[in-house]
C-alpha cells in the first residue's frame, strides 16, 4: 500500500469513532522521520482537545488498527492536537477562516516577497485571496502555497 492508501484507510475507519465522540477529524498522516514510520491522527473538538480525548481516540484505534492489519511496516501511532498553527488543509479549515487574518508563505517569491499577510475574502479549489492592510486585494494560485495558516502575533 501507498502513503496515500495508508491515509486514506485510515480515515475511513477512524471517521465513525471521531463523530461518536463529537470531535472533528483535521488530518491523517503517514510519515516517516529516520528509520521510523508514524501514522498519526490531528484531532480537534469545539473549546480543544484534551490528553484524556486523545487518549480515548487512541486506544479505541488501537485496536481496530489490530484487528484490521492493513499496515504492513512497524509504525508508531499517535493521536494529538493540530495545535494553534495548524495549516488550512481542507474545505472546512478554509470555510471557518473567512475574514480571519492569515499568513500564506510561497514556494517562489511574487514581487520579491514570498509570505503574506492579510484576511482572507476567499477561496475556490484553485485560488486563495487575501487583502492586505493597505486594502490590496491578492489572488494566489494553491500550486504556488507552500502552508498557508491563522496567523498569531505573538
Partial sequence: MAK???ENMTETLIMPLIEANHMELVDVEWVREGSVYYLRVYIDKEGGVTVDDCEVISRAFGDI???KDYISENYVFEVSSPGLDRPLKKEKDFARSIGKEVEIK?????????????ELKAYDKNTVTIQLDDEETVVFNRSDIAVIRLAFFY
Fill in 106 to 118: 510561497l514556494f517562489k517569491p511574487v514581487n520579491k516577497q514570498k509570505e503574506f499577510i492579510g
Fill in 4 to 6: 496515500k492508501d495508508y
Fill in 65 to 67: 488498527l489490530d484487528e
